[in-house]
């Protein structure tokens, strides 16, 4: 069975603190490592996938990286609008998201 | 481009009632996924759909039920409802294909918030 394990649940950085997200998994056969960003009542918003240990992604403050056991989600110089929840999930040999609880950021100005 | 997109946003039901979700993907995709979200967690699987053929199926009871049109769209059915049917239901489209690594990518719609009084 996949599992997935995202901490800390929950993490409130000053403006321009940077910090990371981890993301801990188990799959069978990995096609992919997704992570999105959720914000409060929509649904998740598409960031990165990794398909192979060592990939590296960017996209403005965020780069995502990925091992064979692990994914983090750097966040540098964080603003009060990256403030959401930011899910990782897997898709492992059945081609179905897997999903961890989440880590709530909150970035105070 | 159009998204993924979820009728109706919000829907409020009695317990025992039965309740319909319809979601239309993005166009050119071939998949459809639906997902549970209680508030706190993470979304959980329910189905998968690819070319009118469940592909796969969650952990949930037979009281939850789907299906894939001939244009891809798909509907979300479940009978007898329970105060814990209350959530926030997903769905995500990918384009599937096969031997492309490129297409495992879900785009999900901004979701059907259910409450079950």
């Known amino acids: 069975e996949d599992q997935v394990t995202q901490s800390p649940e929950a993490l409130r950085l000053q403006e321009g603190e940077s910090s990371s997200l981890n993301c801990s998994y188990t799959?069978?056969?990995?096609?992919?490592l997704f992570w999105y960003r959720q914000d409060p009542g929509k649904g998740p918003e598409f960031l990165f996938t990794?398909?192979?240990a060592g990939e590296e992604k960017e996209k403005e403050r965020l780069k995502a990286t990925l091992t064979k056991k692990e994914s983090f989600l750097h966040i540098t110089a964080p603003k009060p609008e990256d403030s959401a929840t930011y899910l990782c999930?897997?898709?492992?040999?059945?081609?179905?998201?897997?999903f961890g609880s989440g880590t709530q950021l909150t970035v105070l100005p | 481009d159009a998204g993924v997109t979820q009728s109706p946003t919000h829907l409020i039901k009695t317990r025992g009632q039965h309740v319909t979700l319809r979601c239309s993907p993005i166009?050119?995709?071939?998949?459809v996924s639906w997902y549970q979200q209680v508030l706190g967690q993470g979304p959980q699987f329910i189905f998968q759909?690819?070319?009118?053929?469940e592909r796969g199926r969650g952990n949930f009871p037979d009281r939850f039920s789907a299906r894939q049109f001939p244009n891809y769209s798909s509907e979300l059915n479940v009978n007898a409802l329970l105060l814990g049917d209350s959530a926030l239901y997903l769905c995500?489209?990918?384009?599937w294909g096969t031997g492309v690594i490129v297409q495992e990518t879900q785009y999900f719609g901004p979701g059907t918030r259910l409450l079950v009084l």
């Open positions: 999930a897997v898709s492992g040999s059945a081609r179905q998201l897997t």
């Open positions: 990794l398909y192979s």
């Open positions: 166009s050119g995709h071939k998949s």
């Open positions: 799959v069978s056969g990995l096609r992919g």
């Open positions: 759909y690819y070319e009118k053929e």
């Open positions: 995500a489209s990918s384009p």
